[in-house]
């Protein structure tokens, strides 16, 4: 498995933990294999508090009729399209899942795409917070996790990918994403190796 040493601990003021499209609704859809994954994702923005890094929510959502979506779009038309899917963020199913937050003083971050950068104002809060190193974890591997790495990568952040923190329905895909892509754009580390690294 082709994996980089796990990064020396940044500062607190230098680093920022994203949870990303953590939402009732995608966790109870993506996460059934892995009942636990939510009990780590927690832990990890718990200690990552404690530690004064800069916690961010993205969540995904839209406003009624979603007019942010265009219908060539292929990821969010056919939602657009179906009253039935727009029912999948709606209401507590669009909510944070209650077990992440958000803590008073967490940053929530909306998106109407599938990058946590693309339309929204997180490249200007973190750079207001003076953040360089992007601890990042969410559902899907291949939808927001996937895209948000990209594009930080591009920004020239550090990133750290929470490998046991991601979720996604393919199986192949997530765990090539994980062992073979990421790798080469940041670091690939365990929940427990960065909560490890808050003490060393």
Known sequence: ???MNAPTPATPTGTAVLAMDCQNGII???SKGD?????RAAAVLEEARKAGHTVIHIRVGF????PEVSARNA???AMKASPERQAFLAGENGEIHPALGPAADD?????????AFAGTDLEQILRANDVETLVLFGIATSGVVLSTVVDAFDADYRIVVLRDCCGDLDPEVHACLLDKIFP????????????ASLTA
């Open 28 to 30: 109870a859809n993506y």
């Open 63 to 66: 406003r009624p009729g979603m």
């Open 75 to 77: 990821v969010f038309g």
């Open 184 to 195: 080469r754009r940041g670091t690939v580390i365990s929940s427990a190796e960065f909560l």
């Open 35 to 39: 009942p636990d994954l939510i009990h």
């Open 1 to 3: 498995m082709a994996r």
């Open 107 to 115: 940053i929530v971050v909306t998106k109407h795409r599938v990058s």
